[in-house]
Nanobody, 125 residues
Framework: QVQLVESGGGLVQDGGSLRLSCTAS????????MGWFRQAPGKEREFVAS????????TYASSVKGRFTISRDNAAKVMYLQMDSLKPEDTAVYFC??????????????????WGQGTQVTVSS
């Protein structure tokens, strides 16, 4: 079992930046893809970005591509999401998760498990 804890959320103005962190403990981190998802009030959880175990491949939702950057540090067991040019529609609770099977790169919620508790990101207009 892997435990994940998100941090770095907060309140920021339209156009601002935040960097989220996801710190892992427990079982293996370095051979699994990791992902970020978000859920806004009244909406379903949606994919934001994922990164493969080696950091060679990353994929993004079209709504965040060019504004968000996902990265990871396997030695430190931490994943990051740098969010720039934030918009009010980015307001949501952001969750990190580890993929179920090693060496993949999923984009669907069902591809992932071991979810963190989430961190709130609020972008004011």
């Amino acid at each position: 079992q892997v435990q994940l804890v998100e941090s770095g959320g907060g309140l920021v103005q339209d156009g601002g930046s935040l960097r989220l962190s996801c710190t892992a403990s427990g079982q293996t981190f370095s051979t699994y893809a990791m992902g970020w998802f978000r859920q806004a009030p009244g909406k379903e959880r949606e994919f934001v970005a994922s990164i493969d175990w080696s950091s060679r491949k990353a994929t993004y939702a079209s709504s965040v591509k060019g504004r968000f950057t996902i990265s990871r540090d396997n030695a430190a067991k931490v994943m990051y999401l740098q969010m720039d040019s934030l918009k009010p529609e980015d307001t949501a609770v952001y969750f990190c998760a580890r993929e179920k099977f090693p060496y993949g790169l999923g984009t669907r919620s069902i591809d992932f498990h071991s979810w963190g508790q989430g961190t709130q990101v609020t972008v004011s207009s």
